[in-house]
């Protein structure tokens, strides 16, 4: 129940074009919802995030859409671009409980190719 | 930009050797988080520390593991007699306390081997 679940594992993406990563939960105590980037060599570094109150939330080609009811959130980058290719991971937090451990997904893997 | 850094990048140690991972976090942070990824899989929680003590932490650590802040500026993570299975890299992070939701900063990792 404490688990997130992400898919693709990978994805590959020509440069211009969309990328679509999606994630779903069981746990409805999640209430914050974050994307973390992850570059070769480098920790993860929040990319935007989004709590349950809204259905989309945009940062620039960046595009967090949430579906409360089916309990899955999804990640769209926009015109992706080869500095895009990184690894994402999608979380969440129970923030209501005042936990602040991030239960993360298991990632997919970005390249945009030229 | 202040970041989190974290010593050494690579470690290379003996099943049942003790190790000690060390972080600086960001200065002006409040709390400060452990995380793991095994090779291929998903960084996973360890442990939350604030005010000298831990806050949280999930069922890995268990009594192998112990944190610690010994100074003003380190966050040490050490583990007792290590495993093959402790082979991952390990995460620092830290938040600023100013929510439940503030964000984690993550430092580069450090890649433990145990052989």
């Known amino acids: 129940q404490q688990q997130v679940k992400q898919s693709p594992q990978s994805l590959i993406v020509q440069k211009g074009g969309i990328s679509i990563i999606n994630c779903a939960y069981e746990?409805?105590?999640?209430?914050?919802f974050p994307w973390y980037q992850q570059f070769p060599g480098k920790g993860p570094a929040l990319l935007i995030a989004?709590?349950?109150?809204?259905s989309e939330k945009k940062e620039g080609r960046f595009t967090i859409s949430f579906n409360k009811s089916a309990k899955q959130f999804s990640l769209h980058i926009m015109d992706s671009q080869p500095g895009d290719s990184a690894t994402y991971f999608c979380?969440?937090?129970?923030?209501?409980?005042?936990?602040?451990?991030?239960?993360f997904g298991s990632g997919t893997r970005l390249q945009v190719q030229p | 930009e202040p970041e989190v850094t974290q010593t050494p990048s690579h470690q290379v140690t003996q099943m049942g050797q003790e190790v000690i991972l060390r972080c600086v976090p960001i200065?002006?942070?409040?709390?400060f988080y452990w995380y793991r990824q095994i090779l291929g899989q998903k960084v996973e929680f360890l442990v939350s520390?604030?005010?000298?003590?831990?806050?949280?932490k999930s069922e890995i650590f268990d009594d192998q593991f112990s944190v610690e802040r010994p100074d003003g500026s380190n966050f040490t993570l050490k583990i007792r007699s290590t495993k093959l299975e402790d082979s991952a890299m390990y995460f620092c992070?830290?938040?600023?306390?100013?929510?439940?939701?503030?964000?984690?900063?993550f430092g580069p990792g450090t890649r433990l081997t145990v052989l």
């Open positions: 992070a830290s938040s600023d306390g100013a929510g439940t939701t503030d964000t984690q900063y």
């Open positions: 520390f604030y005010n000298n003590e831990i806050s949280e």
């Open positions: 979380a969440a937090i129970p923030e209501d409980t005042g936990r602040r451990a991030l239960t």
């Open positions: 200065s002006n942070h409040l709390y």
């Open positions: 746990n409805t105590a999640f209430d914050y």
């Open positions: 989004i709590r349950p109150d809204v």
